[in-house]
């Protein structure tokens, strides 16, 4: 079977339409609150300085999202997936009890 040039082209365009709508969509998901329930069970907070230290004794400075193993996003981004909190985001500059940078 014979792929004419227009089929290509609008082949093209279509999967570039459904790629760039797919990024879209996991770009807006929603961010993990302070108040879930998951997130306060963990210790999370969005910004790692605020960690009450006296109840997360295992929490050290420097210690955030962006450069825990568990973060699925650049370290670079301000928002990224977590392995612990499904199809939710955490802030880069968060931490929860279950950090680990294995």
Do not use: H
């Not at 792929?3 to 807006?28: E, H």
């Not at 929490?59 to 909190?85: E, H, I, P, R």
């Amino acid at each position: 079977m014979k792929t004419s040039r227009r089929s290509f082209i609008l082949f093209s365009i279509s999967a570039a339409s459904s790629l760039a709508l797919t990024r879209g969509a996991s770009a807006d998901a929603a961010q993990v609150s302070e108040t879930d329930p998951k997130a306060q069970a963990l210790g999370y907070k969005q910004v790692a300085s605020t960690v009450d230290k006296t109840k997360f004794s295992n929490y050290v400075a420097g210690q955030n999202c962006s450069n825990c193993s568990l973060f699925q996003g650049k370290s670079t981004d301000a928002w990224g997936g977590c392995m612990l909190f499904g199809d939710k985001q955490v802030a880069a500059t968060g931490w929860c009890s279950s950090y680990s940078n294995m």
